[in-house]
């Protein structure tokens, strides 16, 4: 099945802990993103990827970091989470070129207090 | 990419058929039209996109008007599982960050009633 997987689901930490959610895709696509979805902001990209090694600044990367060694995945990692990082965040990837549909994970809801 | 107008919310009996407007008064001709939908807080979902034809899958329908300006996304037989928020988006074609970034609006709140 054709899906897009991220860990964890839930996620409660401390400000200043550093995090890392992971994102996997079974579908072999370049394009890679993450999304963060807070209440009357919508979903905003944080970052992106268009293939293994090349990744670049979305709308709102600041206090994230992404790498991506593997087709496959494309980890989000908070160095130092801090309150206004509390979101819901979603990844997705998509085939490149257009058009094309892009399928997301279940997303992950990180609290940090 | 262009920007989007839904109605912020919308209801329709379950079994009918929900028809979701969307204008796009700014779309260019290489941009398409796409929709997904949001169940609860659950990842967003493809639905359909279209150019300039009509278009039909086994989830949805899609009519653009001839001048492109606006869409609407048709749901023939609503349930109950189709209470969501919907959002159309418009994306470039090609290839590139343009063509694969999605811009989320606030979206239509569908709700289906029994």
């Known amino acids: 099945e054709a899906q897009v997987t991220q860990n964890p689901r839930y996620l409660i930490t401390v400000t200043g802990k550093k995090l890392t959610v992971t994102c996997s895709q079974n579908?072999?696509?370049?394009?890679m993103s993450w999304y963060r979805q807070d209440p009357g902001l919508g979903l905003r990209q944080i970052y992106y990827?268009?293939?293994?090694?090349?990744?670049d600044k979305g709308d709102v990367p600041e206090g994230y970091k992404v790498s991506r060694k593997e087709k496959r995945n494309f980890p989000l990692i908070l160095e130092s989470p801090s309150p206004n990082q509390t979101s819901l965040y979603f990844c997705?990837?998509?085939?490149?070129?257009?058009?094309?549909?892009?399928?997301f994970g279940q997303g992950t809801r990180l609290t940090v207090v | 990419d262009a920007k989007t107008t839904q109605p912020t919310s919308m209801d329709c009996a379950e079994g009918r058929a929900a028809n979701l407007p969307c204008n796009h008064s700014t779309i260019s001709g290489n941009e398409y039209v796409y929709w997904y939908r949001q169940i609860h807080s659950q990842g967003p979902q493809y639905i359909i996109h279209?150019?300039?034809n009509n278009e039909t899958n086994e989830m949805a329908s899609l009519i653009i008007t001839e001048d492109r300006k606006s869409s609407t996304l048709i749901l023939p037989h609503a349930t109950l599982r189709d209470t969501a928020v919907y959002y159309c988006?418009?994306?470039?074609?090609?290839?590139?960050?343009?063509?694969?970034?999605?811009?989320f609006g606030q979206g239509t709140r569908l709700t289906i009633n029994p």
């Open positions: 279209g150019l300039k």
């Open positions: 988006i418009v994306r470039v074609g090609g290839g590139g960050q343009g063509a694969q970034k999605l811009v």
């Open positions: 579908m072999n696509h370049e394009y």
């Open positions: 997705a990837s998509s085939l490149p070129g257009s058009p094309t549909e892009a399928f």
């Open positions: 990827s268009m293939n293994v090694e090349v990744t």
